[in-house]
């Protein structure tokens, strides 16, 4: 008489189910990964605008205006926004971060601004 062998491990369906699971809880997850990177990344681009910002009241107090980009001795730099200020006078200036690449499709958020004013646009990306 044959002795019966017992087999142990997964069978195909057994592994396939597992596969499957694992597929539904990745494609979950993802979205939400990517949104927090978005994220991550524009708080980033906001750190980098209230440097900027420090940097003109800076040279404001030195001087009896605020600075172009050139002459504030700060540099941004950021792999997902590109940095320039506008508006610049003796009262007045414009700091603003524009998204590039990936970070382009971070809808309604693409274009983050401060002023002298502490004015924040757009108001709902900066809350966040």
Excluded at 54 to 66: F, G, H, P, S
Excluded at 90 to 113: K, P
């Amino acid at each position: 008489m044959q002795a019966k062998i017992k087999q142990s491990g997964m069978t195909l369906i057994e592994l396939m189910i597992v596969i499957v699971i694992i597929g539904i809880i990745a494609a979950a997850a993802y979205p939400n990964y990517v949104d927090y990177v978005r994220e991550s990344r524009r708080a980033d681009a906001m750190g980098q605008l209230l440097t900027l910002q420090m940097a003109q009241e800076e040279y404001r107090l030195k001087n009896t205006t605020y600075a172009a980009y050139a002459d504030l001795g700060v540099t941004a730099s950021s792999e997902f926004y590109t940095f320039s200020v506008s508006n610049v006078g003796a009262e007045t200036y414009t700091i603003t971060a524009t998204a590039t690449g990936g970070q382009a499709n971070d809808t309604g958020c693409t274009t983050l601004s401060i002023n002298q004013n502490d004015q924040k646009t757009p108001a709902a990306c900066w809350q966040r």
